[in-house]
């Protein structure tokens, strides 16, 4: 380069204006206008913003757990009532955990158990094996529907489903309210 070149480049960098101005809505996430409209009659009810949370946790049973990550929460000044505002996640409790937490569940879980499970097992394979072949009186399509919603096995399904005399409905519940 020559030094005629130099100055050139030297003046262009120096004429580029600073972006010293940030978009403050680019920043924020885009509301709609409804939630827009949400969070106005939620202020007029007394609800004030709560900051310093960043991530929220709500675990149900069957190891599913919904994160809300960088949520924006109100919290009413006269009553224990939150709202939460943010994009729900469906996290696996399993997956999320170290193996060492897991354990520790399992443990917690497995405390009222008594020390010698090891003929268990055995045992409950046998009775697995004899509900399996003593499917009659039941229909398929009934066994294959508890089996879906409640999310047990074939062979629960079909004790359940004897149980409330094959009412589905009954025989989902009681393997759902366990």
Same mark, same amino acid.
């Given at each position: 380069m020559t030094e005629e070149q130099?100055?050139?480049? /030297?003046?262009?960098? /120096?004429?580029v204006p600073e972006q010293t101005s940030?978009?403050?809505s680019a920043s924020q996430?885009?509301?709609?206008? %409804?939630e827009k409209k949400a969070r106005k009659v939620m202020q007029?009810?007394?609800?004030?913003?709560?900051?310093? !949370?960043?991530? #929220?946790s709500v675990i149900r049973k069957? *190891? =599913?757990?919904? *994160? !809300?990550?960088?949520?924006?929460?109100?919290k009413n000044a006269g009553s224990d009532t939150w709202i939460v505002f943010g994009e729900a996640r469906v996290d696996n409790l399993n997956r999320s955990m170290n193996p060492g937490a897991q354990s520790a569940m399992r443990a917690a879980a497995g405390a009222g158990a008594s020390a010698a499970?090891?003929?268990?097992? =055995? =045992?409950?394979?046998?009775e697995v094996k004899a509900e399996e072949a003593d499917e009659a009186g039941v229909a398929s399509q009934? #066994? /294959?529907?508890?089996?879906?919603?409640?999310?047990?096995?074939?062979? /629960?399904?079909?004790? %359940?489903?004897?149980? *409330? *005399?094959?009412?589905?409905?009954?025989? #989902?519940?009681?393997?759902?309210?366990?």
């Open positions: 130099k100055t050139v480049v /030297e003046q262009v960098v /120096e004429d940030v978009n403050p996430k885009q509301q709609s206008v %409804a007029k009810k007394g609800f004030e913003q709560v900051t310093g !949370i960043t991530n #929220i069957r *190891s =599913a757990m919904f *994160s !809300i990550y960088s949520p924006d929460v109100y499970p090891a003929a268990a097992p =055995a =045992a409950a394979v046998t009934d #066994i /294959e529907l508890v089996v879906a919603q409640a999310g047990c096995t074939r062979a /629960e399904a079909v004790k %359940a489903l004897k149980d *409330s *005399s094959n009412d589905v409905v009954n025989a #989902i519940m009681e393997l759902t309210m366990k």
